[in-house]
């Protein structure tokens, strides 16, 4: 029997791995009720699977770990194949292969099988499970392939180690190849099972460092855009709106802006006709329509109910007409899901011309002046403060013609 102190040390890494394997359950127990943090489940279970595998063998004699080489390997099988699923989820929402996952298992336990109970080769299994961990971190490799640059040094460091998970698992069989005949003697008392514990301590560590801050980077952009957006529309709500706002009016680069006020013909004859429900897909299709006519850096809010506003930056008065024109010809044409197809949805615009953020609020009320203005007009129309002779921005051209060529389709 092992003395006390060993057997304690065998156990220090494992419960470790455990230990952060619990730490993400707990981050995907914040985040429950995002979909995506289901990756952080995959990846606890797989901490603990392979903590549990390892303790095991840690407490194990050569011939027990002939006895119980299926059940450990069961578990280090599906620790590692736990492990790429999770991260493949992560990285791009879709998991692993649960079909090759079974083929690398079935072969791996058949040969584990044979050389624990036919022919007691140590080396051979070692190797074998090796391989087999080796080749399940793997199926998470073409997740890396469709990948977009890291946003930061977090990022980098949970796709890093692991990468270099993976390259030390395809490593492990040549290496336990070359160990010499004492070290295989009492595998788990030797200077290799002392590296290999070092070393998974060393890759959970760092992994979960990387995810739980990461993690709290998700949460943290997460809660900036409920607090942001409209849940609705998913659009830039009236705070966010003026926060951006402000922002954008500092950058003299980006003058002449023009101010869009935007609000939807007979809206309430829709929901007491229709229902709130058809209502609220008019606002959301309405909330994508428009910000395919305008550019990156022009802002899309919905300020409540049917109204919306937009802030067109680099626009003369002029082209801004040209462009909200485009817009309303866009909605006046659209076919509205949930809405009978002789129905066609028009909306009233107000545009006015703003020169510095110090001048938002009054432009925003001389906005919604001229949109009052365009109902009184007959609605479907636009009114502006000011025009001015002015070529389109080629950006906005390009817009143009592209919408232009959806309407006369």
Not at 37 to 65: D, E, K
Not at 281 to 308: I, M, N, S
Not at 362 to 371: K, S, T
Request: proline share 3%.
């Amino acid at each position: 029997m092992n003395p006390p102190a060993i057997t304690y040390f065998a156990l220090i890494a494992p419960t470790c791995v455990a230990l952060f394997g619990l730490a993400l359950l707990t981050c995907w127990y914040v985040q429950r009720r995002q979909p995506q943090a289901v990756f952080l489940l995959w990846l606890s279970g797989s901490f603990v699977s392979l903590a549990t595998a390892l303790a095991l063998q840690s407490l194990m004699s050569n011939a027990q770990l002939g006895q119980f080489a299926l059940a450990t390997a069961c578990l280090y099988l599906m620790g590692c194949w736990s492990l790429a699923q999770g991260m493949s989820l992560r990285l791009r929402g879709k998991g692993v292969s649960v079909s090759s996952g079974l083929l690398i298992a079935s072969v791996t336990l058949a040969v584990l099988f044979y050389y624990s109970q036919f022919e007691n080769d140590l080396l051979l299994r070692i190797q074998s499970l090796a391989f087999a961990m080796a080749l399940m971190q793997a199926l998470a490799l073409p997740a890396f392939l469709q990948l977009k640059p890291a946003q930061d040094w977090v990022e980098s460091l949970v796709r890093w180690t692991y990468g270099f998970s993976v390259g030390y698992a395809l490593f492990r069989p040549l290496a336990v190849s070359l160990l010499p005949v004492n070290e295989l003697q009492e595998l788990t008392r030797s200077g290799y099972w002392a590296f290999s514990q070092v070393v998974a301590l060393v890759f959970a560590m760092l992994f979960t460092v990387g995810l739980l801050a990461c993690s709290v980077r998700d949460m943290v952009t997460n809660l900036r855009d409920e607090r942001n957006r409209d849940p609705l529309t998913r659009l830039l709500n009236r705070r966010a709106f003026m926060e951006a706002s402000e922002s954008l009016l500092a950058d003299r680069r980006l003058a002449p802006w023009a101010l869009v006020a935007v609000d939807i013909d007979h809206f309430k004859r829709i929901n007491d006709n229709w229902g709130h429900a058809a209502g609220d897909q008019v606002l959301v299709q309405l909330g994508q329509l428009l910000p395919q006519q305008v550019r990156d850096k022009d802002l899309v809010a919905r300020f409540g109910g049917e109204e919306f506003i937009l802030l067109l930056n680099r626009v003369q008065m002029s082209e801004a007409h040209a462009i909200v024109d485009r817009m309303r010809a866009q909605m006046s044409a659209h076919e509205f899901e949930h809405l009978p197809e002789r129905i066609r949805m028009t909306a009233s615009f107000g545009i006015v011309a703003v020169r510095s953020a110090e001048e938002l609020a009054e432009a925003l009320c001389q906005a919604d002046v001229l949109l009052y203005a365009a109902k009184r007009a007959g609605r479907d129309c636009v009114q502006a403060a000011m025009t001015v002779a002015r070529p389109v921005d080629d950006e906005y051209a390009a817009i143009e013609t592209v919408a232009n060529t959806a309407l006369s389709a």
